[in-house]
Each structure stands twice: as structure tokens, then as C-alpha cells.
């Protein structure tokens, strides 16, 4: 005990703040929603997500709700450059890994999407709806339902809902995940070179090829689809089945 | 007797006989394979295609058609009473019984009635689909004369509409690959599931939902097809699988890979078959599973004898 000295005193202190929980550094998901990160450059989510959430105008997606997994895997694939936004990209590097982990449990903790058990009746060939509720299995195309769950409310942590979002982001991702095909040059217009992907974060490469076999109409109507679905003001019966 | 209890009687009858109906002829639905082998497509030909669901008459028969689509897809939600696990008609025929190689029913209605080798009698359509729901969603097969299998069929034969009779179709059944050369490995397999299939079907097989929905069906354990399913086969999964998995990327899986990982998903416990003798795994194995494919039940594997069945 002789040696125990000051040095050895703030040893001991430091030990003992350290084991205290430390509320002032911990990260804080909703304080980043509302204020954003701890470096500057990461922005208050809110600003374009919506002060509820649930996305704005401009294919801001919805993000009150979704699975804890997938928002953070999403923020990951943001700093890696798996998934490409020129908004987005900076934003999610500047976020520390706690920061990352915080703000998606806080995300996963809003509500939920409200989707009634079948929206929208029988699908008619050739619509938006048809592509959600059929697919196109002549180019092994499955219908969304089938992975994204029955209207597209979403299953576990790697098929996040379509239901809820705006058509304007789910056009945006199916072509970040297509990618644009190289035009030639005709006598009036000049060539316009391949645009590569800016989304390869989906698993399997499952998106990726789905993306790829749609039109551009085909995109638009089946994004249309689910952007039409909204938010249910009726809560769905969880004890019921959601029909396909 | 008197004329009021005879009335009683008469009127009782037919509901007893309804409740028999009920307790199928396990003998009569064992076998799933007895049919011709159908033939390879022509390459630059198109398999058969069934008509647009457009194309279903807005009438009764229509109305009927529909009811049978619904029931295709919605199993469990809509016939509960006669489904046992979490499976769908549509979890193995794939775009609600339309795509080729994934069982259709275009191909598979005008083989029936057929005679089967195995229990040495014709069986109808009806009787194949009492067996899958016997077999492979581990239920109560329905009546005959049901309306739920009265749906299925008017579907079934709707679907079917100017197919040939008797005729075996390229993309009947699951087109299953030939063994590999040097066998099957279920290490191998364990590894192409974890790669490939655990996203959707869990880590444990088990399958995901949405709430009380089963959206991805489990693979094995209590919720998945029993012992006596044509799927629990080696050679039909490997099938299913290389022509329909992993969902929309069906094709790209080798035959050895899906050989591999039809044998690893195949190599757990699933409900006990229906048909068990005598209580005897060892019987039940010499009777319904020697001569049936590919298969492991009654077969010791990793030191674990399989076919023990889960409820």
C-alpha cells in the first residue's frame, strides 16, 4: 500500500468512472435523428426523413419501422460504397459504428407500416399490382409478395416492406440495382455509355437479376403499385392471415 | 326400428359416411411415382402453356376456378382443418401451379386417373391430391367430394384447358437431375444451404412468417413435410431445387450442389409418416421407403437414426 500514491489514485478513479455508465458519450439514436451525429457531417435524419420518419417527397424513404438488421447493414453498405447515394454516403461515414447500431434501434422502435389484409383485390395482367402479387415467371421474375411477404409488409431482417414507401424510391432502388444498358449512337443522338449499378448490397445478387429482367414501365407501375398502399389508419388483426 | 329412427338412420348416413371418407386408405396414397417419365422438352420449343387468369369465365365455373387458385396459394389460411404444418399447395408448385419443372398441374391433371404399380390400383386425381395433403402438408386429406378439393380440381382442369389427355408433358414433375457420379455429400450441402437458402428458410430450416403467415415454408422440424412427402426423396428435392431455387434464380445451382443440398436438408427430422407399421421404423422402411428413390428415413446418419419423427 505504500506505493499508493496520486498516479496510483487516478488509476483507480478513471477504473471507476469507466465502469459507471457514461450517458453523455453512449450513442443516442434519437438524438441523432433529431440532431444528427456526433461529427458534424452527419446530418439530423430527420431533415429529409421526416420529423415521423416516414420519408418525404423526393424518394426520401420511409424509416420508422423497418428491421433493425437492415437499416444498419444499409448504413454499413453506405460507408462501403456496396450501396451508392451521393446524400447518403457521406452521412452514414461520418457515423461511428455505436452511432450506426443507435440510430437503426431507434428507427426499428417507430411504428410500423399499417397495411390492410389485401389491398387492392384481384390483380389485373400487365399492371403494377400484377408484377407485386404474380410476378413475371416467364423471366423467373417472382412476385414481391412472395420474399417481401404478403403486401409487402415485409419478412424478418433481410426483405425489408415495400408497403410504406413512395413509388419515387422504390423506382430509384430497382434502377440503382439495374444499372442502365449503353445506348448507340444514332444520327441524331449521341451514344450514352452503361450507368453500372449503385446498388449491389442486395444478398444472393436476388434483386440484382429481378431488376434487370424489368422495363422501365415495368418499374414504374409496380413501384406505383406499392407506393399506393399508404399507411392503413385501421391496426391489422396480427392474429389473422394475410392472404396472398 | 322405428320409422322416426330409421328416418334418423337414413338421414345419419351419409354423414358417416362423409366422417369415413375423411380416414383415407393410407395404401392407396403411398406412391408419387409411378407415372411415365416425362419426356425432355425439344429445345426452341415452349413448354405447354396454360391459359392467362384473364381467361377464367366470370360465372359459376369461374367462381369455382378462383376459389381453387385462392386455396392453391392460401392453404393454411383458408383450409386450416386439413392442413397440419405451415406449407401451401404453392410452396412447391411454384407461380400457383403454372411453372414447368415445378410440379404444374397442367401436366400432372390429364395423367389421372393412373394406375400405380406400388398398391396395385388406379388412382384419381382426387386421391393424388388427398395424399398431399396427407403427405406433404402433414393434414387430414379432404373428402372426396369436398368442396375444397372440388375447388382444386375445377383449377386443376381449368389450368389444363387443351392440354392432351394422357399425354405426358415436358416440365411434369420436378425434371429431377440424375445422381451425381461420385454421390451426394451432406457436409457439402450444409455449406450451399447456409450460403444459399438460410436467408429465406432459417438457420434451423424453419422457415419464416409474418405473423401468423407462413411466407417462407420451413424445410424440416414439426412445421414442415412429413416422412411419407415425395419431397422428403433426395432425388425429387434436388429437383425442385435445381429448376426453382433459390426463388427467381432457379437453374443456377449444379446438379451436385442441389444434390448435396436437397440430401442435408433431408437429413433432419420431420414429422413421422402417416403410414408408420406397426410403430417399427425399421418395418415402415422396408414397406414405403426401400424402393422409393433416394431417401434416408430409417437410415443412421452422423450416429442419428433418422425417420423418428417431430410433432
Redesign the interface.
Known amino acids: 500500500m505504500r506505493d499508493f500514491g496520486p498516479s496510483r489514485r487516478l488509476a483507480l478513479l478513471c477504473g471507476v468512472l469507466l465502469s459507471l455508465p457514461l450517458p453523455a458519450l453512449a450513442a443516442d439514436g434519437e438524438a441523432i435523428m433529431q440532431k444528427g451525429g456526433a461529427n458534424p457531417a452527419a446530418m439530423p435524419c430527420i431533415t429529409c426523413h421526416g420529423a415521423d420518419g416516414k420519408g418525404m417527397a423526393g424518394g426520401f424513404p420511409r424509416l420508422s419501422g423497418l428491421p433493425e438488421d437492415y437499416l444498419a447493414k444499409q448504413l454499413r453498405d453506405f460507408k462501403s460504397g456496396s450501396r451508392q447515394n451521393p446524400i447518403m454516403q457521406p452521412i452514414a461515414s461520418a457515423l461511428t459504428d455505436e452511432e450506426v447500431a443507435a440510430v437503426a434501434k431507434a428507427y426499428a422502435q417507430r411504428p410500423k407500416v399499417n397495411v390492410q389484409a389485401t389491398p387492392g383485390g ?1 390483380p ?2 400487365g399492371s403494377g399490382a400484377w408484377i407485386a402479387l ?2 413475371l ?1 416467364d423471366r ?3 412476385e414481391c409478395t ?2 417481401h ?2 403486401a409487402g ?4 431482417s ?1 426483405f425489408p416492406p415495400l408497403a410504406g414507401q413512395s413509388a419515387e424510391y422504390i423506382e430509384a432502388q430497382l434502377k440503382a440495382w439495374r444499372g442502365e444498358k449503353a445506348v448507340a449512337a444514332t444520327k441524331k443522338a449521341k451514344a450514352i455509355p452503361a450507368v453500372a449499378p449503385t446498388r449491389r448490397n442486395d ?4 434483386m440484382q ?2 431488376a434487370v429482367d424489368l422495363s422501365d414501365a415495368e418499374i414504374k407501375a409496380v413501384a406505383e403499385y406499392f407506393g399506393s398502399l399508404g399507411d392503413s389508419k385501421e391496426p ?1 388483426d ?7 | 326400428m322405428t320409422t322416426i329412427s330409421v328416418r334418423l338412420a337414413v338421414l345419419l348416413l351419409p354423414l358417416l359416411m362423409a366422417s369415413g371418407a375423411m380416414a383415407v386408405d393410407t395404401a392407396r396414397l403411398d406412391d408419387q411415382t409411378q407415372l411415365p417419365k416425362a419426356p425432355k422438352k425439344v429445345s426452341g420449343t415452349k413448354y405447354f402453356q396454360p391459359p ?3 381467361e377464367i369465365p366470370n360465372n359459376a365455373f369461374g367462381e369455382l376456378v ?1 376459389r381453387g387458385q ?1 386455396l392453391f ?2 392453404t ?3 383450409a386450416p382443418q386439413y392442413v397440419g404444418n405451415e406449407m401451401n399447395c ?1 410452396n412447391c408448385h ?3 401451379g ?2 414447368a419443372n415445378s410440379a404444374p398441374l397442367w401436366a400432372a391433371y390429364p395423367m389421372y386417373p393412373a394406375y400405380r404399380k406400388k398398391n396395385n390400383k388406379v388412382n384419381t386425381f382426387v386421391e393424388r391430391m388427398q395424399g398431399c395433403f396427407q403427405f406433404s402438408m402433414n393434414g387430414k386429406p379432404p373428402a372426396a367430394d369436398s368442396e375444397v378439393l372440388t375447388a382444386l380440381t375445377a383449377y386443376a382442369y381449368w389450368m389444363s384447358t387443351n392440354a392432351p389427355i394422357g399425354k405426358a408433358l415436358p416440365g411434369r414433375g420436378f425434371d429431377e437431375p440424375p445422381p451425381p457420379k461420385g454421390g451426394y455429400d451432406i457436409g457439402r450441402g450444409k455449406v450451399v444451404y447456409e ?2 437458402c438460410a ?2 428458410h432459417g438457420d434451423n430450416g424453419e422457415g ?1 412468417k ?4 407462413s ?2 415454408p420451413p424445410l424440416w422440424g414439426k412445421d414442415s413435410y412429413n416422412w411419407g412427402a415425395g419431397m422428403h426423396r433426395i432425388n425429387t428435392a434436388a429437383g425442385f431445387i435445381q429448376h426453382n431455387m ?5 437453374e443456377t445451382l449444379s446438379d451436385q450442389d442441389a444434390w448435396d443440398v436437397a440430401a442435408f436438408i433431408n437429413s433432419h427430422e420431420r414429422p413421422q409418416d402417416p403410414r408408420l407399421v406397426n410403430g417399427s421404423i425399421e418395418e415402415t422402411r422396408k414397406r414405403y421407403h426401400a424402393d422409393d428413390g433416394v431417401n434416408l428415413y430409417g437410415v443412421t446418419v452422423n450416429g442419428t437414426l433418422l425417420g423418428q419423427g417431430v410433432k
Do not use: S, Y
Open positions: 384481384r389485373v395482367e404474380r410476378g415467371w423467373n421474375v417472382p412472395l420474399c411477404g404478403p409488409v415485409g419478412v424478418g433481410h444478398p444472393n445478387g436476388l437479376h429481378i391489422f396480427e392474429t389473422q392471415h394475410r392472404l396472398r | 392467362a387468369e384473364g378462383r385462392d396459394m392460401n393454411k389460411a383458408l404453392v411454384i407461380d400457383r403454372r411453372k450460403k444459399q436467408i429465406c419464416k409474418v405473423g401468423v403467415t411466407v417462407f433459390p426463388l427467381g434464380r432457379g
